[in-house]
C-alpha cells in the first residue's frame, strides 16, 4: 500500500524538505505533514478505507489511536470498517499523561473521560499515523493492555525509521505493521548533519518550535 500512502500525501501537500523535529526529539530533513490530509476528509477517509480494507476479515470490536494526530484515523477506519462489516464498531484514543517529546520515555498514554470501559475484554485494532521510534505507540499499547484490551494488531499509516525492520513486535509490544515504509534519515541532536550546516530548524511543522523553545529556557 506504499503507493497509495505516498499517493494520497502528494495530493494534500503533506510531503517537505528542510530541518525539522520529530516527536521523539529526532532531527530528519524530511517531514510527512498527516495534518495536511486532515484537513481534506476526503483523503482522511481514504485513508481510513486503506486500514478498513487491511482488517476486513480480522475480527475488531474498537479501534485505539493516541491523541491527537492518531484520533481522526482511528475515527474513519472504525467508520468505514463498519461499513465493510455491517457491525458496529466503536473509536477512542489514549492521551499523553506526563512528559514532553523530550522525554517520550518516560511519559504515560491513559485512557480519559472512563473511556477505558469500552476496551475491557474487546478485541483492539491499534491505529497510529506515523512512527519513528516505535516508543509513542509502545505506551498506547500498554494502555490498552491495562484496561485488558485484547490487541489484534498495532498498525501506521507510514513507518519512516532509517531501518523500517527494527520496529519490531517485541520492540511495540504487540503485532505490528504500517501500510507503507517511507524511510527518512533521523539525526539525534548531538549528531545532526543539519544543525552542523546551520540550516534552520522549521518552527511550523513537527516540534521545531517546542525544541527552540526548550534550547532557549536552558541558556
Not at 522525554?103 to 519513528?132: P, R, W
Not at 525509521?161 to 541532536?189: C, H, M, Q, R, W
Request: charged residues 25%; aromatic residues 8%; hydrophobic residues 40%.
Amino acid at each position: 500500500m506504499n503507493n497509495d500512502v505516498i499517493n494520497l500525501l502528494k495530493k494534500s501537500d503533506g510531503i517537505f524538505d528542510g530541518h525539522f523535529v520529530y516527536t521523539s526529539g529526532k532531527h530528519a530533513s524530511r517531514y510527512l505533514n498527516k495534518m495536511s490530509i486532515f484537513l481534506h476528509p476526503i483523503f482522511a477517509s481514504e485513508m481510513g478505507k486503506l486500514f478498513a480494507n487491511k482488517y476486513i476479515n480480522k475480527n475488531v470490536d474498537i479501534v485505539v489511536a493516541p491523541a491527537m494526530g492518531g484520533i481522526i484515523l482511528g475515527q474513519w477506519t472504525a467508520y468505514h470498517l463498519s461499513k465493510l462489516k455491517n457491525k458496529d464498531i466503536l473509536s477512542t484514543y489514549t492521551e499523553k499523561d506526563k512528559g514532553s517529546f523530550t522525554s517520550a520515555a518516560k511519559s504515560n498514554h491513559i485512557f480519559t473521560k472512563g473511556n477505558e470501559k469500552y476496551v475491557v475484554g474487546k478485541n483492539v485494532l491499534i491505529v497510529e499515523d506515523i512512527v519513528t521510534t516505535g516508543i509513542s505507540v509502545q505506551k498506547v499499547v500498554k494502555a490498552v493492555k491495562d484496561a485488558d484490551g485484547k490487541i489484534i494488531e498495532v498498525c501506521a499509516m507510514a513507518n519512516i525509521n532509517p531501518n523500517p525492520g527494527s520496529i519490531t513486535d517485541k520492540l511495540i509490544g504487540a503485532k505490528f505493521s504500517s501500510l507503507a515504509d517511507l524511510p527518512v534519515n533521523l539525526y539525534d541532536e548531538g549528531n545532526c548533519e543539519l544543525c552542523n550546516k546551520n540550516v534552520p530548524i522549521n518552527t511550523d511543522l513537527g516540534h521545531g518550535k517546542k525544541f527552540l523553545e526548550e534550547k532557549a529556557k536552558q541558556k
